[in-house]
């Protein structure tokens, strides 16, 4: 199986509720980011949680990262319909040369307007 | 100004044929990567260059060849194209190759009829 799994698979809320993703990886990482993907375009990147960090703010999103529960999660607070897109999780192991990232499954999220 | 450039942005060919994606970056980063999306989005690492040497060869069919004139450019060829090869590729750079945050291109939808 993969390192990176994304749950739920996908998430339908209504504007200016909170939506809440979650990332688990199998095995050590040097950092765990996340990447927002909207429909028919390129990946773009969010947040960047270090190993030795547990938590992260940018804008309306919090990234939380567990080490020990090898998972991390992506909260956006206050959505807005442009808000939906996909959104992946992608771990750099610990063990990995160079500058490979896995990423995992991802979450559609579709916030009504 | 597009910091991640690919072309085409469509490609339609016909089984057998040989096509190239080309792929720019004007952000002045090292590291250069080629993934395949498939149509679960599914994103997986096919190739990555740094400074123009290849560090990352994933295991795909030899038919994909990437080359990298510059640290600017990084282009793929297919040849003999296949059913399966039908995906959206894209092509993205990152500072260093030290797992760092990776910027995108838009995709390339290539299908393969």
């Known amino acids: 199986s993969q390192q990176g799994e994304e749950d739920p698979q996908a998430l339908s809320i209504q504007e200016g509720e909170n939506a809440t993703m979650n990332c688990s990886y199998k095995t050590s990482i040097n950092n765990l980011q996340w990447y927002r993907q909207n429909s028919g375009r390129g990946l773009v990147h969010l947040i960047l949680?270090?190993?030795?960090?547990r938590e992260k703010h940018s804008g309306r999103l919090r990234v939380t990262l567990d080490t020990s529960k090898k998972s991390s999660s992506l909260l956006i607070t206050a959505s807005r319909a442009a808000d939906t897109a996909s959104y992946f999780c992608a771990t750099h192991g610990r063990e990995t040369s160079g500058s490979r990232l896995t990423f995992g499954e991802g979450t559609q999220l579709t916030v009504n307007p | 100004d597009t910091a991640v450039s690919q072309t085409p942005k469509y490609l339609v060919t016909q089984m057998g044929n040989d096509k190239s994606i080309k792929c720019e970056q004007n952000?002045?980063?090292?590291?250069m990567y080629w993934y395949k999306q498939d149509s679960k989005k599914f994103l997986k690492i096919m190739f990555s260059y740094n400074n123009k040497e290849l560090i990352i060869n994933e295991t795909v069919p030899n038919r994909f060849s990437p080359k990298s004139p510059d640290k600017a450019h990084l282009n793929l060829h297919i040849n003999s194209l296949e059913l399966g090869d039908s995906a959206v590729y894209f092509c993205?750079?990152?500072?260093?190759?030290?797992?760092?945050?990776?910027?995108f291109g838009p995709g390339t939808r290539l299908t393969v009829l």
């Open positions: 993205a750079s990152s500072q260093d190759w030290a797992g760092g945050t990776q910027f």
């Open positions: 949680i270090r190993s030795n960090e």
């Open positions: 952000l002045g980063h090292d590291t």
